[in-house]
């Protein structure tokens, strides 16, 4: 190699070496590897939100499925309970319905039975002990009478089929049943038909007087 090609190779190494070390060359460097780790830390906070959010979301998922099932525990505890206490309710109705014809039957029997046979004495006797066994049986099931005579009147748990013109009592009230209601536990089987009481009209008892 000759003399001038190793003292040109020697200016153009100490050129690079200039540039290399210029302030201003360090500074654009040191911007780009600022404006780069910038870059990756706003990607990482980025990812990071990202990813907290789909947290938030499968938490919020999660706490409503527990919920639904939670709520769909309760109420398939609550149809169970109610299917056990309910589910004969059609039975009952039509339970009492005989049970009705039977008390009508006794009904008829007459207090002084003095003058019966003694087997006709001993069959009453044997009825009125089967209708008490009914009625307690009844009870044990939580099949109750609704009885409302003298009571106000209930829309819920009467029906009323007649009025009866009367001062003797306040209006609404109960004063004959022609057939009980029953209960069973809360729920009504069949409404009690009832008369209740309506004030006389003063007006239509003085028209009455004058005919």
């Known amino acids: 190699m000759s003399k001038n090609s190793e003292e040109k190779k020697s200016v153009d190494d100490e ?27 706003e990607n990482n906070t ?8 789909k947290v938030l979301d499968l938490k919020d998922q ?7 099932g939670e709520n769909l525990r309760k109420r398939t505890l609550k149809d169970i309970e109610n299917s056990k206490k309910y589910s004969h309710i059609s039975f009952v109705r039509d339970l009492v319905t ?15 039975k003095s003058s019966l046979p ?17 009625l307690t049986t009844l ?3 939580n099949v109750k009478p609704v009885d409302p005579l003298g009571e106000k009147f209930d829309y819920n748990f009467h029906q009323a089929m007649f009025e009866v013109p009367t001062n003797d009592e306040e209006p609404g009230k109960v ?18 038909m009832v008369g209740i009481s309506k004030k006389i009209d003063e007006n239509q008892n003085d028209k009455d007087e004058l005919k």
């Open 15 to 41: 050129k690079n070496n200039d540039i290399e070390q210029s302030p201003i060359n360090n500074e654009i460097l040191e911007d780009k590897t600022s404006d780069q780790s910038n870059i990756e830390e």
């Open 62 to 68: 999660l706490m409503r499925s527990l919920a639904d």
């Open 175 to 192: 004063v004959e049943v022609s057939q009980k209601g029953y209960l069973l536990h809360d729920r009504l089987v069949r409404p009690a």
């Open 98 to 112: 005989s049970v009705d014809n039977f008390q009508r039957a006794l009904k008829v029997i007459p207090e002084d």
């Open 46 to 53: 980025d990812t990071i939100s990202e990813l907290e959010q």
């Open 139 to 141: 009870e044990k099931y």
């Open 118 to 134: 003694e087997p006709i004495k001993n069959l009453i006797i044997g009825l009125e002990i089967v209708e008490k066994e009914i």
